[in-house]
């Protein structure tokens, strides 16, 4: 492997100016210049090469994002023949631009019926900035404008920024100056933890039900949205019980509670249906996207509006008091229109559905379901979590599962595997053009890395 040219300083240079210069998310960075960051120079397909020249499987595409893998010169293309016809336009001042009508086009070709406008954004977070502010605005159109506070989750993530902090579920993120007034919160359908000794299904409509007993406290008048993520992403990849979203479903229709999904993770084809809401069986009024629409390539994101809020919002709302300078940027649309159009037209959903999806999960059941520390398999598609445990009957967690989590992770690396850690869970979701062979070194990686942990730690 042949490291780019412009990458050509040496690894502690890099490491140096990083930690001179950087804030790293999510981490203490004291602890992290002490040790320094791993410099990622170059990617191709699901492989990424450190500036020492080390290969790693890359399990988590990125952040989630890259579903077509590292490289790919179609995408590299869109962007080069954009950059040079329209570099820049925006939909402002009675302007739009073709590129951005054709993705929305091509969006809506792959979404169900019921869903009708877009709002582009650059970020996740940011279009769970504008469904906050949207929501509202709906309900103010349809005179209802008291209906204003949004129901979160605790554990749910919807990005990094205020609003979207605010309606994400996790404490520390709040501390750090990020909770608002007219936010709540429900408890998580994490089963294994807290699933006591209710069935699964019991526990679905248990922790549904929540959110009914939480409307009724707040008053239905004031609740304008339940927000979800249809399977919890950075909260650890929790997929709720199957009773779970119809019962949901079911409240915010009696309550006439908006119900919005955040589908930046699920999104484009992740469970093996184009969206995480096909593959639970519920009808979403928003879908917050992001990742997956440009494969990471290029920063996008985006609400989409069920036809209820649209037609109120275009019909009735008048002026709209929003806009972002890059929304629907015609690079990114770009980029967006060629990596949709691969994901569908390369057959890349259809096989995660059928083909590569049903294997990964089957090779991590057959890996992992006798295995003395793991206590739990979940996924569907090309996501998956392992859940650690002391014992798996009783669903003992250990109690520091956090450290145990945390120690498979950095083992991993060292396995030449990206893979993610949250709390005691073990996380993947590999690019979704991985082959059955580079599924078979995830599973691999991850069992060598599982059982390293076991020794290292004395746990087996
Ligand atoms: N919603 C969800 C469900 C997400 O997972 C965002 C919104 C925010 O998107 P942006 O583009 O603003 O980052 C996310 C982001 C992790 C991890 O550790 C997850 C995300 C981002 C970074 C790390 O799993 N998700």
Request: aromatic content about 10%.
């Amino acid at each position: 492997m042949t490291l780019p040219n412009n990458s050509a300083r040496s690894t502690r240079e890099y490491q140096a100016l990083d930690a001179a210069h950087h804030i790293h998310a999510f981490l203490d960075q004291k602890a992290l210049n002490e040790k320094g960051a791993l410099v990622i120079a170059k990617g191709q397909g699901l492989n990424l090469w450190d500036t020492e020249g080390k290969r790693y499987l890359d399990g988590m595409s990125g952040l989630w994002c890259t579903a077509l893998g590292y490289g790919r010169a179609d995408l590299n293309a869109a962007a080069s023949r954009q950059l040079e016809e329209l570099p820049y336009y925006n939909l402002f001042f009675h302007t739009t631009h073709p590129r951005v009508i054709e993705l929305s086009e091509l969006l809506f070709s792959l979404l169900p019926d019921h869903y009708s406008h877009a709002i582009y954004t650059n970020s996740g977070s940011e279009a769970n900035e504008v469904l906050i502010r949207s929501v509202r605005r709906y309900w103010q159109v349809v005179g209802k404008p008291q209906k204003k506070i949004m129901i979160g989750r605790w554990n749910g993530y919807h990005g990094s920024t205020l609003g979207s902090t605010a309606l994400g579920g996790m404490g520390f993120m709040h501390e750090m100056g990020g909770m608002l007034p007219d936010f709540a919160h429900i408890g998580e359908p994490y089963y294994f933890a807290e699933g006591g000794d209710l069935s699964e299904e019991a526990f679905g409509l248990k922790a549904a039900r929540e959110l009914e007993d939480k409307i009724l406290e707040l008053g239905a008048e004031n609740v304008a949205a339940f927000v979800a993520e249809p399977f919890q992403g950075a909260g650890g990849m929790i997929f709720p019980p199957a009773s779970y979203w119809a019962e949901v479903q079911r409240i915010c229709r009696q309550y006439d509670v908006l119900l919005c999904a955040d589908e930046v993770i699920g999104g484009f084809g992740r469970t093996g249906e184009w969206f995480a809401h096909q593959h639970f069986g519920f009808q979403p009024d928003t879908l917050t996207i992001a990742k997956g629409l440009t494969s990471g390539y290029i920063p996008m994101g985006g609400l989409v509006l069920g036809k209820r809020i649209a037609d109120a919002l275009v019909q009735e709302g008048g002026v709209f008091a929003h806009g972002l300078t890059y929304a629907g940027h015609p690079v990114a649309a770009a980029v967006a229109i060629a990596n949709l159009t691969a994901l569908r037209d390369e057959g890349i959903v259809t096989q995660v559905k059928n083909d590569t999806g049903p294997y990964l999960q089957q090779l991590l059941r057959e890996t992992f379901q006798d295995h003395p520390l793991i206590g739990d398999v979940q996924g569907a598609g090309l996501v998956a979590a392992l859940q650690f445990a002391e014992d798996k009957v009783s669903r003992k967690r250990f109690a520091n599962e956090n450290d145990i989590a945390w120690h498979c992770r950095t083992v991993g690396f060292d396995e030449g595997l990206i893979i993610r850690s949250t709390l005691g869970r073990m996380i993947m979701a590999p690019a979704l053009v991985a082959t059955r062979a580079e599924l078979e070194e995830l599973v691999d990686k991850t069992r060598r890395a599982v059982d390293r942990t076991g020794r290292d730690l004395n746990l087996m």
